[in-house]
Every structure is written in C-alpha cells, then in structure tokens.
C-alpha cells in the first residue's frame, strides 16, 4: 500500500513540477520581515499566496496584489488560524503549502522573564505553529499531498545567552518538526525546516519582548555587555530576501529533505557547532557574546 503511495505521489509530483506556478501558500506573521519577503518573491513566482499578519487593515502593499489575499491570523487564536485556512481554501481552491514563520524573542536573564512573558513565548513560537499545522493537516490528508513549512533558526540548534526561552521554542520546533516528518511522510505530506542565521529584520527591535532585570543588579553588568554584542547581530545579519529564496525553494522542491540552511554566517555557526565539543563551542560564544 505504501508503495502504491509513493507511486501515484511521483506521478503527481512529475505532474505539478510543471505547474508550479498557480500554486498556492499560506504564511503566518507576513506583516514584516521573513515572512513580508516570502510573500513577495512567491507573488512574483506566480502562487496564489495567503499573506496572514495580525492586523491585514495596516497592510499597504501585499493586499494590492492580484492573486494575494491577506487573511487575519494570529496563531495564538484558533479561530482566526480556521477562518484564514478555509478563506484561503474557498479563494484558491486548496492549499499547498503552509509557512509557519509567526515568531519572536523574549529577551532578558531567564529570572527576570514573567510567568505571564513566558508562557505567550511558548503560545506564540510553539503551540501556534503546532496550531495552525494541525488546522491545515485534514486539507492536506484528504488530498494526500502538502507541505509544511516551519522557519525554526540556527538557535534550534544553539544557544546564546539571553534568549533561554525562545532557544527552548526553537529547540520545540526542531524535536517537534524531525518528529512529524516520520509519520506524514506515508501520508504524502511533506515537512520542511528552515534555519536561518541572524537576518537583518524586526526580530531585533520591535519584535523583542525585553524582560526586566532593571530589578535584577548582579545580572546588570552581563546583560548591558552581552545585550551589545547581540544587538550587532541584526544589522549584520542577511537580508530576509534571501530566507525567502530558500523558503520559495524547499515549497517548490518534491524531495524530502527535512533542513535548510539560509545564510553563510548560519551555516558557519552549525558548521563550528557540529565540529567542536561542548566546551570549546561555548567558551567561544562566551567570548563572542560578552566583550
Ligand atoms: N531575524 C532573525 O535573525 C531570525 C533568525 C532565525 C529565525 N528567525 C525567525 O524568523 C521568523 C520571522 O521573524 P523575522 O526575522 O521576519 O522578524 P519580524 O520582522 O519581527 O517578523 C515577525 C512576524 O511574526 C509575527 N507574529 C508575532 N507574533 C504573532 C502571532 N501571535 N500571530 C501571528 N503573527 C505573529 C509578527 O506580526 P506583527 O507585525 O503583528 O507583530 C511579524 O509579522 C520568526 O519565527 C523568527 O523566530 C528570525
């Protein structure tokens, strides 16, 4: 049966490698950044795209596309993630892919974060995504293909002092994601992970949700350093074009390959991770972090 499976899944796939264009996808958190860029390049590629944000009525531009529909959704709130999936499904007939970009930092020393900071860290860049991907999964089962797209980051896979919390989101997304990969494979769905390094977006200004250690003395001196540090990260970084491309390959590509990587300074952070032990990795990023 499986076999059967993956057989009628290669004729399909040899016959929408053709039709790429027309296809559609649905993004959460469109409003800037990654997600604002992904929207556009998949515009100019020719889908039908779903750019879902919070507030659709500040958008100015994504919404004056032809083939473009800005759906509200705010992946904490299950009824807007329904709402956006069917308005999506009633415009354009179905949906082939799902972009699972929605996503911010808490920042801070971890005692300093409320209960309160926390939890809406983990609503966001965890249960959100799980959220949305089980809304859209029904759709994709019935037509035995999709694929789910979720933008984890290198911090996935590292961590940097500062951001426990969204390090432990990250790391949610990728136990969670390499999980699902097995069991939807059967099924025909496909699940992606996209990695990106630092990215020179609003995830380093107003999308921060800074915990207040003001309270906090001995971690003052730590945190001023290292807050500087990080804070150069962002404009260094690479532009959200360039995740768009990577995202807009790993939507388009028929294989099942689980990661992506996006950025020469991401890649080169995994790459020093995987090549050193423990200690020496983290001695440098100490290093790195706190001059
Ligand atoms: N920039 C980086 O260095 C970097 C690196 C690795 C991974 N990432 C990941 O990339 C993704 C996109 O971030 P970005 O860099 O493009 O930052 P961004 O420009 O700040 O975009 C974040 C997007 O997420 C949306 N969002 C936040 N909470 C939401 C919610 N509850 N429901 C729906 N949308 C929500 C924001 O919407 P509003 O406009 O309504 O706030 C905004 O559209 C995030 O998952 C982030 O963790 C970023």
Redesign the pocket.
Known sequence: MHVDHERRQRHRDMGTAMTIPGRTILI??????????TARLCHRRGWNVAA????PEEERELATFPDVICPR?????EESIARAIQETIDRFGGIDVVV??????VVGPFEAASAEQMERQF???VF?LMAVTKAVLPHFRSREAGTIIN?????GRVAFPLFSL?HAT?WAVEGFSESLQHELRPLGIRVKI??????????????MDRAPAEALNEYHAFTERTMTALRQ??PR?AS?AR?ARVIVKAAASQSWRLRYKTDLM?RLILLSRRCMPDWLFNGITRTAVMR
């Open positions: 959460t958190g469109s409003s800037s950044g990654i997600g604002r860029e879902t944000m919070r507030q959704l705010d992946v904490t709130n699972n970009n929605a996503g911010y930092a609503a966001a860049n959100g933008v984890a980051s290198i911090g969204y990250k996209i990695e990106p390094g630092p990215i020179n977006t609003d995830f380093y200004g107003r999308s990260f962002g970084g959200p995740v991401g």
